[in-house]
């Protein structure tokens, strides 16, 4: 059996303690979970107990979860989900590197900031290519962090104009048989998109951008036939899309403009027998010039840790079952 161990954080004052703690302690929780360990506050110290590679990366997790609170920055779960991961892959040492700079302020006024290294990858993307592909698992803020980078250019006078698009396939792009005018028929398709733009800029602004044609919420369908120059162009849901839709939506791209086209190859909900545009796409644009694939996982969910691990364990079911797959086509052959 392996031997359990101690160790001692102390809490530099109060105001530390609460903010590394969390309400109810959830934060403490969150490191109990991620790296096998218990906690006990005691006073103003916090006492961690398990075997000896955990407690250490646990402490080293409160240790640098401490240094942001030094520097004013507002930790929460997110921030712990992202140091415990990094911990557990021997890459805390970068943590603190992800909060030297933000991408904007919210509507709240709080930054928004890469939250692990996949995350950087892909922010560094964008801001290097016209065309990027953010590819993998849900919850790794694919859609959060584009919509953020197109706010950022706006604000800075890099484009004109936002144009977020996504497939709407349960509606088989048919959307004349819903209820309502076009935007009642589109909004539900819509909806992360626009509580990504509402956290960072406000609904208000939001419905002012649209007024004004600075900013264009719509199905993917709507792309066709057009150039979009000066713009920031989102495509979300791609996996969803068909060739030929990609196809199209890919050769809108105009001057002085960037597209970030986003999906889960995991959650395609296309007929049978009809294939992913984004799947075609990592074959036929792999290597040219400007266009760029970033990869995410498991490990770079930054939602509520189950989360990830929900994901994980539908990655090895999939893995599983193409093994089961293989070996019935191999003993036919």
């Keep these: 059996m392996t031997k359990q161990s101690e160790k001692i954080f102390t809490f530099q004052n109060i105001e530390q303690q609460s903010v590394l703690t969390g309400t109810n302690d959830q934060l403490l929780v969150l490191i109990e979970e991620a790296l096998h360990v218990t906690i006990h506050v005691r006073g103003s110290q916090a006492v961690i107990a398990g075997e000896e590679a955990d407690l250490t990366k646990a402490y080293a997790v409160l240790d640098v979860l401490a240094k942001l609170v030094k520097k004013q920055v507002s930790v929460g779960p997110a921030d712990v989900v992202s140091a415990t991961t990094m911990a557990q ?29 996949g995350q950087r990858q892909y922010v560094s993307a964008i801001k290097h290519n016209d065309l990027t592909f953010g590819i993998g698992a849900a919850g790794t803020g694919k859609t959060f962090l584009a919509v953020a980078m197109a706010v950022a250019a706006l604000k800075k006078g890099e484009v004109e104009r936002i144009i ?150 539908y990655e090895e079911a999939d893995e599983k079952l193409k093994a089961l797959k293989k070996a019935r086509e191999e003993g036919q052959a």
């Design 164 to 313: 977020i698009a996504r497939p709407a396939v349960e509606a088989g792009e048919s959307l004349g048989f819903l209820p309502g005018d076009l935007k009642e028929k589109v909004d539900p398709y819509m909806r992360p998109i626009y509580d990504a733009m509402n956290t960072l800029i406000g609904a208000d602004h939001v419905e002012r951008l649209i007024e004004r044609g600075v900013l264009e919420i719509a199905p993917l369908a709507y792309m066709r036939g057009r150039t979009l120059d000066d713009a920031f162009i989102i495509v979300d849901e791609a996996q969803n899309t068909t060739n030929a839709q990609m196809k199209m939506v890919l050769t809108r791209l105009g001057f002085q403009s960037k597209m970030v086209v986003n999906g889960d190859p995991s959650q395609i909900d296309l007929p049978k027998g009809v294939k992913s545009g984004l799947l075609a796409a990592q074959k036929i644009l792999q290597g040219l010039n400007r266009v760029d694939f970033v990869h995410f996982d498991s490990q770079d969910v930054v939602r509520h840790p189950v989360v990830g691990q929900i994901v994980t364990a």
């Design 89 to 117: 892959k021997g890459t805390l040492e970068y943590f603190l590197d992800f909060y030297q700079e933000s991408i904007i302020r919210d509507n709240k006024g709080r930054a928004v900031r890469v939250k692990n290294y």
